[in-house]
């Protein structure tokens, strides 16, 4: 029987994760951050978004690091809870969601790659649609391959990410204006109901940007040494997109006036053009296109191994779990994904899709996996890796999850409880259909 191989080191897995982390999010959700926080009090949601995604990560290496599997939260949520017992719903109700969810990330990722086109040749909305559509269709392409193909060009795209946030770092750090930038008087009175609505919704949008720091968990079973590598490939990857982001948000509020900033449809490509001119702009709009594409990339490659994962084990549908004859990877999967996203590129609207990607996922995935790791510690099982001040990370990932659960409004939480009650539903039918 075909099986998935160990392959990628901790330079791959490092690179997988930080090109899933910076997409094309943190260039249309900067003007979002700023208009929620009405000012450069926007910088503590990325601060917000930084704690929660440490300890979250925590609570990901620990779980990585014992099960390095394909597949991630199934994994986990299955043997954390009982493979006989609610673990068997809850992995169930996970795939359910990202059979949903994941291709809405890729749209998302696509649709906002179309969007920030524009700025080169302005296109109409049908035109955008074709634009977003035939992304899904390349990436698509390049992911129909080996693993250890895949990794080299990771790595590839992975450079190509890094040397553009430097340009946009350092461009913005020699033309910087301290005063503009740390202007808050503007902002809402420090702790009061107003600012902790706007963090509420800035701190959605900046955790849409850091998404991504576990995908190493989903291709689990094709990391080398993934007892050190899991965990180290998440910690060195919110570390360093932590820092990118903060410098990045700072640097952009120094050189564009924030009351300009929150209404630009291409903050950077409006950032360059105002240190050096609009061929520059056109370069650097080129290159964040890059960088979407690179993280794109990253999301189709993780994501096809978790329907993979639960079908092998014979708890989804089973025509997930086929492997390519000879390029060895769930390509009957990555196909059904990059179809639903290429439908749902042509659906949706980007605004409204990035809540929902945060939102349906809090409860179920997210919550239910850092309450599973405080149960686990207690039954004193061996784990490769500890998370420091244990259960503290824990405690603060299902604290802020929870806040920015109840902070997206009432639709997007009705929606949610939605996803989940269907879920049940199939939940009962496959099972019944077993038996």
């Not at 600012?195 to 080398?224: D, R």
């Not at 996996?369 to 603060?396: D, H, N, S, T």
């Amino acid at each position: 029987m075909q099986k998935l191989t160990r392959t990628l080191g901790l330079t791959q897995s490092t690179a997988i994760n930080m090109i899933d982390m910076v997409g094309i999010g943190p260039f249309v959700t900067i003007p979002f951050v700023i208009g929620a926080m009405n000012g450069p009090a926007c910088i503590v949601a990325w601060l917000l978004g930084a704690l929660l995604s440490f300890s979250d990560g925590m609570v990901w290496s620990e779980l990585g690091a014992k099960w390095p599997e394909a597949g991630g939260s199934y994994q986990f949520l299955k043997k954390l809870f009982g493979e006989k017992k609610q673990g068997a719903l809850l992995s169930f109700l996970y795939i359910w969601q990202t059979t949903i969810q994941a291709p809405l990330v890729i749209a998302s990722g696509a649709i906002g790659f179309a969007q920030y086109f524009t700025y080169l040749i302005p296109l109409e909305p049908w035109q955008q649609k074709i634009i977003s559509g035939a992304l899904v269709i390349l990436l698509t392409a390049l992911l129909y391959r080996k693993i250890a193909d895949v990794g080299k060009i990771s790595v590839a795209l992975w450079i190509g990410v890094l040397l553009t946030l430097v340009w946009l770092i350092y461009a913005g750090l020699t033309h910087f204006n301290a005063a503009q930038a740390f202007d808050f008087s503007s902002s809402p009175a420090w702790f009061s109901s107003l600012f902790f609505a706007g963090l509420g919704q800035a701190t959605i949008k900046t955790m849409y940007s850091y998404l991504g720091y576990y995908n190493v968990c989903h291709i689990g079973a094709e990391i080398k040494d993934p007892e050190k590598n899991i965990p180290r490939s998440i910690m060195i990857s919110i570390t360093g997109i932590a820092i990118i982001y903060l410098l990045m948000q700072i640097v952009v509020l120094g050189v564009i006036p924030w009351q300009e900033a929150k209404d630009s449809q291409f903050i950077v490509s409006t950032f360059f053009e105002r240190i050096y001119g609009h061929t520059s702009a056109i370069v650097a709009t080129v290159l964040i296109l890059w960088i979407g594409l690179a993280s794109l990339f990253a999301v189709m490659l993780g994501y096809s191994r978790v329907p993979y994962a639960a079908a092998v084990d014979g708890n989804y549908f089973k025509i997930f779990a086929r492997l390519h004859p000879t390029k060895n990877f769930p390509h009957v999967s990555l196909l059904i994904l990059a179809a639903t996203a290429f439908v749902f590129s042509l659906l949706f609207k980007l605004k409204e899709v990035i809540t929902a990607i945060i939102v349906m996922r809090i409860l179920i995935q997210f919550v239910s996996q850092a309450v599973g790791v405080i149960l686990l510690r207690k039954k004193k099982e061996a784990m490769p890796y500890k998370m420091i001040l244990f259960p503290l990370p824990a405690i603060i990932a299902i604290l802020v999850w929870m806040f920015i659960f109840f902070s997206s409004g009432l639709p997007y939480i009705l929606g949610a409880l939605g996803v989940i009650a269907s879920g049940m539903v199939v939940y009962y039918f496959f099972n019944r259909r077993k038996t």
